[in-house]
């Protein structure tokens, strides 16, 4: 069973204007928020992350917003640049101890930003 | 930093051929992770590594699938017999214990026909 879901397979915004990606996650222990960010023929980056305690972290044109009690998180990005296009997966963690946390990754949003 | 080391890029191979995907993570990094990329299923954990310690194999599809960290600086992950839906990217990531986020490789691209 996929605990963390990306409805949107696949998202087209215009240069400038304001993308808003979407996520939802099933284990309430969930309490570390990642994006990544991956360009075709590489390897996933790191983009933002949240904690549990906080409801939104912003990183230049980059916000991650938060609600737990929906189990749901958004990546807005203003303005959006045609260097943006990209796919965008969302992933949680639950912190097990001292061997190690795993992150669960969504099916990823593919963003495409038409200049 | 070189960064997590996959080799190799891509690798095409036939039904019931032994597939080997080699990973280098990151000097100093003592958590490494095998993912597999498919459309359906996004980003799948295989499994993970922690102190080159199997930790959690529930990813592993079958049998035939197997993976190994004989030493911190190298991990291999092998599939006898492959099978053509087996084809798919495989991502290896490190990180540090506990730390809040993965480096990943670039990927192995293997096709299976």
């Known amino acids: 069973d996929q605990q963390v879901k990306q409805n949107s397979p696949s998202l087209s915004v215009q240069e400038g204007r304001i993308s808003i990606l979407n996520c939802d996650y099933t284990?309430?222990?969930?309490?570390?928020f990642l994006w990544y960010k991956k360009y075709p023929a590489e390897g996933p980056t790191f983009l933002i992350s949240?904690?549990?305690?906080?409801d939104k972290n912003e990183d230049g044109r980059f916000t991650v917003f938060l609600n737990k009690s929906a189990k749901h998180l958004s990546l807005h990005i203003v303005p959006s640049q045609p260097g943006d296009s990209a796919v965008y997966f969302c992933?949680?963690?639950?912190?097990?101890?001292?061997?190690?946390?795993?992150?669960?990754f969504g099916t990823g949003t593919s963003l495409t930003v038409i200049p | 930093d070189a960064g997590v080391i996959q080799s190799p890029r891509h690798e095409v191979t036939e039904m019931g051929q032994e597939v080997t995907l080699r990973c280098k993570p990151i000097s100093g990094h003592n958590s490494l992770f095998w993912y597999r990329q498919t459309m359906m299923r996004g980003l799948e954990l295989l499994i993970y590594?922690?102190?080159?310690?199997?930790?959690?194999d529930s990813g592993m599809p079958e049998d035939r699938f197997s993976a190994k960290m004989p030493n911190a600086s190298f991990s291999t992950l092998k599939i006898q017999p492959s099978e053509p839906r087996d084809s798919a990217v495989y991502f290896c990531?490190?990180?540090?214990?506990?730390?809040?986020?993965?480096?990943f490789g670039s990927g192995t691209r293997l096709t299976v026909v």
């Open positions: 284990n309430s222990m969930f309490d570390y």
């Open positions: 590594f922690n102190n080159n310690v199997p930790i959690d």
């Open positions: 949240i904690s549990s305690i906080k």
């Open positions: 992933a949680a963690s639950a912190q097990v101890g001292a061997t190690g946390n795993q992150f669960y």
């Open positions: 990531a490190s990180s540090i214990t506990g730390g809040y986020g993965y480096t």
